[in-house]
């Protein structure tokens, strides 16, 4: 989700509704986590035929130059940089006549810079939180009219490191996230690609402060136009809302409230080599930092 969410405790950053120290802490933990996970890319949900397995790389990187509490405005000076490797594998199966698949994927990510109100925050950056899914699909077609329905369901572990003094690539917590997946052929080369989900995530007490977040939730929506069964592009949006964050019951500024218009473009260079490239842009953001740039290059390998 969408790149980044933690940070480190000073007053001197921000005065957050009387926190004391050691809510402040874990507020600035958990600005930069989860944007690592679930975007997607078009024709992610296109049925990939029994017994195809699937391997992805994907490199990311997105910088902001602009942090917002919600209730509190923009905070000045502040700026994120960050870059991540994500190793994703998808094995698709027709199982007792049900057409499903199995993934997982994992991030690798430095935090080089994050600085909130001038001050440089402490990183731990490294090997994310690891998730697995699996996907039924109630239909699939790939006419150029037909439509593809995916129902999935995500489990991300707290596996990666986590500190509630710093930056963190993980999050510290369980995550269950279903998501409803649809690929719609329009005709004439265009397609509709959307897709929903909504995380839950389970309370932790880190460094004595109990850490608890609302559902969150994500729409993306792209139209794609294949000019040849090689080649496509798309332009997409992405809304993100809820994620409310409590810190020891006190609401921290934190939440999932943002809007992104991307561009995609996509192309096999060989029948089981393609390649992807997307190009975001955050246009509204409240509750964190607001992307200037996300860009992500994605090769896949049939195998």
């Not at 839950?200 to 939730?217: I, L, Q, T, W």
């Amino acid at each position: 989700r969408s790149a980044a969410q933690s940070y480190y405790k000073n007053k001197k950053v921000i005065v957050v509704k009387k926190l004391n120290s050691k809510v402040f802490a874990a507020l600035l933990a958990s600005f930069v986590g989860s944007s690592f996970a679930f975007d997607g890319m078009p024709g992610d949900y296109g049925w990939a035929g029994d017994g195809t397995t699937v391997l992805l790389l994907y490199g990311q990187y997105e910088s902001a130059d602009k942090f917002k509490l919600d209730g509190s405005g923009d905070v000045p000076n502040s700026k994120l940089k960050a870059s991540a490797g994500i190793v994703r594998g998808v094995q698709y199966a027709e199982i007792g006549g049900w057409k499903t698949s199995f993934q997982f994927f994992v991030p690798i990510a430095d935090l080089s810079t994050v600085r909130i109100g001038g001050v440089d925050q402490k990183t731990n950056s490294g090997v994310g939180d690891l998730t697995i899914g699996a996907t039924i699909y109630p239909f699939a077609s790939s006419e150029p009219t037909g439509t593809t329905l995916g129902l999935t369901l995500f489990v991300t572990a707290p596996t990666g490191d986590y500190d509630s003094d710093k930056v963190n690539v993980g999050d510290g917590t369980w995550a269950l996230t279903p998501q409803i997946g649809l690929v719609q052929g329009l005709g004439n080369g265009f397609f509709l690609d959307a897709t929903a989900d909504v995380g839950f995530y389970e309370s932790e007490r880190h460094n004595g402060v109990k850490k608890s977040v609302d559902p969150a939730s994500q729409v993306q929506l792209d139209l794609r136009y294949q000019f040849s069964p090689a080649t496509s592009v798309s332009v997409g949006y992405s809304r993100l809302y809820g994620g409310e964050e409590y810190l020891d019951d006190q609401y921290s500024g934190s939440k999932t409230d943002s809007q992104q218009v991307r561009l995609f473009a996509s192309h096999w260079l060989t029948p089981t080599v393609q390649t992807q490239v997307m190009l975001g842009k955050d246009i509204d953001v409240e509750g964190g930092f607001e992307h200037d740039l996300m860009a992500v290059v994605r090769f896949a390998k049939i195998i």
